[in-house]
């Protein structure tokens, strides 16, 4: 069965520094695998999506994500954090089968320090 | 412009009675999904629809109800019959019947049980 981890529940980085959001991923197949922001009180949106193309995937707001299928993980990484980067990040993996659902991690609450 | 809407945003329900939620879009979209969202854990699934007049269960089902008679409207029930309600609902629908197509969540309403 598919599963995804989020290796950390809060990440606190300085604003300016990077950020490295730790997700590993269990298939038994080639998956899907996003990861989704969600602001407080809010819904979630799309920040990127590795659908089995290039392995570096680029998403909005700079962030990046490399898919790596010998450690299976999909690490969210931007190299310069912003105030408004604080947020709750979700990594997904797609379950496959006949309804390929998706399958939420446990996120990771982002702080960002002044 | 172009969204999901839901609404209330924040709904208060004494134990023993049914809820409706509201679930608006205006995109078009053939499927509309049900989440779940609590604290501390990824989104679960709770109902889905692939197309009007037709839905199917998702991973959390027992105790909810929807319908799909609009394509743009896809209201969530939590009956009595839900044991621990209390919790962050989300709505999200994606263009084609695809959970890996890109999910436009709403803002979510958030249920309490008194």
């Known amino acids: 069965a598919q599963s995804v981890t989020q290796l950390d529940s809060h990440v606190s980085v300085s604003e300016g520094t990077p950020v490295l959001l730790r997700c590993n991923y269990s298939?038994?197949?080639?998956?899907?695998l996003f990861w989704y922001v969600q602001h407080p009180n809010k819904g979630l949106q799309l920040l990127l999506k590795?659908?089995?193309?290039?392995?570096l995937v680029k998403g909005i707001n700079g962030f990046e994500a490399e898919f790596k299928k010998s450690e299976t993980s999909f690490h969210l990484t931007k190299p310069s954090a912003h105030m408004s980067d604080a947020a709750e990040y979700f990594c997904v993996v797609s379950a496959g089968g006949a309804t390929n659902k998706l399958i939420f991690g446990t996120g990771t609450l982002l702080a960002v320090q002044p | 412009d172009g969204g999901i809407t839901q609404s209330p945003k924040y709904l208060f329900r004494k134990e023993g009675q049914n809820v409706t939620l509201s679930c608006e879009q205006n995109?078009?979209?053939?499927?509309m999904y049900w989440y779940r969202q609590d604290p501390g854990q990824g989104l679960r699934l709770i109902y889905y629809?692939?197309?009007?007049?037709?839905?199917q269960k998702g991973d959390i089902a027992e105790g909810y109800s929807v319908s799909r008679e609009k394509k743009e409207s896809f209201p969530l029930t939590v009956t009595s019959a839900q044991k621990n309600p209390t919790a962050f609902y989300l709505c999200?629908?994606?263009?084609?019947?695809?959970?890996?197509?890109?999910?436009?969540f709403g803002p979510g309403t958030r249920l309490t049980v008194l």
């Open positions: 999200a629908s994606t263009p084609q019947n695809s959970f890996t197509d890109t999910q436009y």
């Open positions: 995109l078009n979209h053939d499927a």
């Open positions: 298939s038994s197949y080639s998956p899907s």
């Open positions: 590795y659908t089995s193309a290039a392995t």
């Open positions: 629809s692939q197309i009007v007049n037709d839905f």
